[in-house]
């Protein structure tokens, strides 16, 4: 297992010499041009810009998924939802690299609603990247590396 460096070229190793907890390589940049490459081949960046200079390169081969029709919605986060306390809207993209809210079960509902509107309009999955209690509550499940892949191509 080996952790490589990346320079100003546009590339990227295969993930299965990296490392088992996902991180594959380190280096390069976040331009518009490597992140595609990079979503495009199930790696991600994760790094604390603040403590690394460099951005850390994941592709888990394990990988956590959340299929939007099999979402699982809690008793209480149906009572939320029913009492149309928030306004959620959908704009230009979804990322969900990291989730935080400033009040309580605002990413559940966020989540929610993205599940929702994926399924209405035939989104496929919502790449969770790893396990997290939150995900796993919401219905989230793994799957292999060559799932993704062939989920991602479709």
């Known amino acids: 297992m080996s952790v490589w460096q990346l320079d100003d070229e546009l590339w990227f190793p295969n ?3 990296g490392e088992d907890d996902g991180l594959v390589a380190i280096g390069g ?31 888990p081969l394990d990988r956590y998924v959340i299929f939007p029709q099999e979402i699982h919605i809690s008793h209480s ?19 969900g690299e990291s989730m935080f809210s400033l009040v ?11 599940a929702r509107a994926m399924v209405r309009d035939g989104g496929r999955f919502i790449d969770c990247q790893f396990e997290t209690p939150l995900f796993k509550g919401m219905g989230g499940r793994h799957i292999t590396y060559e799932e993704y892949m062939g989920l991602l191509t479709r």
């Open 15 to 17: 993930p299965r010499w």
């Open 29 to 59: 940049d976040l331009s518009v041009e490597r992140l595609v490459l990079a979503y495009s081949n199930g790696f991600f960046p994760w790094y604390a810009f603040h403590m690394e200079r460099e951005p850390h390169w994941y592709c």
């Open 77 to 95: 986060m149906r009572q939320l939802l029913k009492q149309q306390k928030y306004e959620v809207t959908l704009r230009h993209a979804f990322f």
């Open 104 to 114: 309580a079960n605002a990413s559940k509902l966020a989540l929610i609603h993205l």
